[in-house]
Structures are given as C-alpha cells and as structure tokens.
C-alpha cells in the first residue's frame, strides 16, 4: 500500500513538473516572437509584415551566421562631413579643376591620381556650382575606375582577384566587404556557381557608405571615403523628420518589395498591387549613433510617385527613384555600410 501511495506522489510530482515544463516553453515561445517582431516606429516600416527574402542564388554555398544583434563598434568612414560652401567660387580651385580635366583627356591612364585629387577638393572651400562640378566629374570617372571590368594601375580601391578552387562569388564579396551582386555585374557574370579556379576578376574593396543631407534632398554614396555618385531623395515630413546621425545597414534588413500596410487607412499593399507603394527594393536601418542612436523602422526604399522625391513627404524613410534604389541595393553590406544623416 506505501508503495502505490510513494508511486502515485511520485506520478503527481512528475505531473507537475511536465506542466511547468510546457508552461516555460510556452513563456519562452512569446518571449522569442517578441524578440522577433520589428521594435517600429513612426517611420514607413510601421506596418511592415514580415516579407519572404530575396532567395540566395549561391543554395549550394552555405551562407555565415548572420550578424549578431548586438552591432560591435566599426571604424567610421570619412564621408565629408564639413563642405565649406561658399557665395563666391574659389579661383584656387577652379585651375586645379581645369587642369584635372585637362590630364584626364591627354593621360587616360592617370584616372586614379585624377580621381583622388578631386575627392580632396571635397575638403576645402568652394561655391555650390564648383561643388555640382566636382561631383559630376567623379561620378563620370565611376563609370571608369568602379563600374567597368577595367582596373587601373595604382588604384586601392579595386584589383583584380584569381579565383581559388571553391571559390564562389558570395565567399569573395564577403572577403572584400560588398555584395557578390555588384561582382557579377562589373564582370558580366551571369551565374555565380559559374566561377572557374584560376580565372582572374575585378573585386572591389568595400564598403559603400551613404550621406544624406536633409536640406538639399541629396544622398551621396561612398565607396570608403571616396565619393561615387549622388542621388535625390525624398524624406520624412516636418512632424515625423527623418533623424539625423550615423545608422547601419540591418543585417537581414534587405529584402525586395516587401508586403506593407498604411498605417493610416489599414490598406494592405502587396509587391503585384498597381499602387503598392514601397518600390523595388527595401534597406532596413538601426540608428547607431546621434538622434539617430536606437532607432528602428526606418528604411531607404522606393517609390511608385517620383513627385515624392526632393521633398519632406515621407513617414520618416529615405525614398529613391527605383533605379536608383535598386543600384544602391547592391552596394550596400548589412552589419556594414554606414548611412550619415546630416542637416
């Protein structure tokens, strides 16, 4: 008889313990989606469900562990931060300019130097239309030195890269901080399991970085510290500004024309919608530092209205043309690439 009454505690206790068990799991469980689901604010992303993906070409090459939640410092791009703007032109700078251009046209061959000599004139003081010139010319040199299969002699920022047995386009983007899309590209790549041991490519050696200046509606996009090319951008309205100072690129916050629900109306938008509004592409953003430090919901996205762009119209996100959010896209690495806010 003591031993069934011991054998029944014993079946009760362990009862018990069966019951807390599916108790901390379940508590557990919501704690994790929790964890999980966008901490938003008033930005675009609001209402944003959670979208499939872009799928990984590369399926046979295992990817890395994604980034860890918590961002470890990195070293901090110089992306120009002070441009002395002044009412009159610098004549300093206008012969330099001259003769920059003058050596790009006789020396083809000495586009790096050029190159650089122009992006230090980003540091000094200039008139708005020296500084329109300037950057003209350095996104025209892009097409050269950046985004043609061409490298050039003495250049730091891009080389050529011979290709190792097992070698995939992915594994090579990661060693040199930019995404294996942009490799492909610039070296007309059409597969990337298609890589050949032995074959020599150009590889760029990231990261892209972005600055945004909020008052006159620009992004300009860095590849480190040397200037690419510049974009207009539509930003938050005076009631829901788009912060200011230092953010990073989301890690497994680039995702391709996400489902999104207006917030405002409830409506529900999916990518195939005639006026789904989000655009091509979606570059989600944590603020690290500044107004921007802890920070989420915030996103550089596109648009279906270009009337949008070059104006404070948006819940907080950074909206480009399509074309060009999708150019952007492929440049910037998550976990990486800085985007600068700046007034």
């Known amino acids: 008889m003591n031993n069934y009454r011991s054998h029944g505690r014993q079946k009760s206790k362990k ?22 689901s966008p901490a938003f604010t008033f930005a675009d992303e609001s209402k944003l469900s959670i979208p499939v993906v872009e799928p990984d070409i590369e399926d046979s090459s295992p990817l890395p562990a994604i980034t860890p939640k918590i961002i470890k410092p990195i070293s901090e791009p110089n992306l120009h931060q002070i441009i002395k703007i002044s009412p009159e ?51 025209s040199l892009s097409e050269k030195w950046l985004f ?14 011979e290709v190792k047995p097992g070698d995939t386009a992915g594994d090579i983007g990661r060693r040199f901080n930019v995404p294996y899309e942009i490799l492909m590209q610039i070296n007309n790549i059409s597969n990337p399991k298609a890589l050949r041991a032995g074959e020599t490519i150009k590889i ?14 620009t992004m300009d996009l860095f590849l480190q510290d040397t200037f690419v090319r510049s974009f207009m951008v539509g930003l938050g309205k005076p009631e829901m500004q788009t912060p200011t100072g230092r953010w990073i690129v989301k890690p497994g916050g680039k995702l391709i024309s996400p489902t999104w629900t207006d917030p405002d109306t409830g409506k529900t938008y999916d990518a195939q919608d005639p ?6 592409r979606w570059i989600g953003l944590e603020g690290i530092e500044g107004n921007a ?8 996205h596109g648009t279906n209205n270009p009337q949008q762009l070059g104006v404070a119209g948006s819940r907080g996100c950074i909206r480009l043309y399509d074309d060009d959010v999708k150019s952007v896209y492929v440049l910037l690495v998550p ?9």
């Open 148 to 161: 043609d299969r061409d490298v050039f002699s003495g250049d730091k920022l891009c080389g050529s890269y």
């Open 15 to 36: 009862g018990k313990w069966i019951i807390v068990l599916i108790f901390l799991v379940f508590a557990a469980f919501k704690i994790y989606n929790r964890n999980l």
């Open 204 to 217: 760029i050696n990231g990261p892209f970085h972005c600055r945004i200046n909020r008052s006159t509606f």
């Open 275 to 280: 006026d789904y509004p989000l655009g091509a």
């Open 89 to 139: 032109s610098n004549p300093e700078l206008t012969e330099s300019f001259d003769d920059i251009l003058t050596c790009i046209e006789t020396d083809p061959a000495g586009t790096i130097q050029e190159r650089d000599r122009l992006n230090e004139m980003l540091s000094t003081t200039m008139s708005q239309q020296q500084l329109a010139l300037v950057k003209k010319q350095l996104s």
């Open 335 to 343: 976990g990486v690439s800085q985007v600068l806010i700046v007034e």
């Open 293 to 300: 430090k802890g920070r989420t919901g915030f996103a550089i």
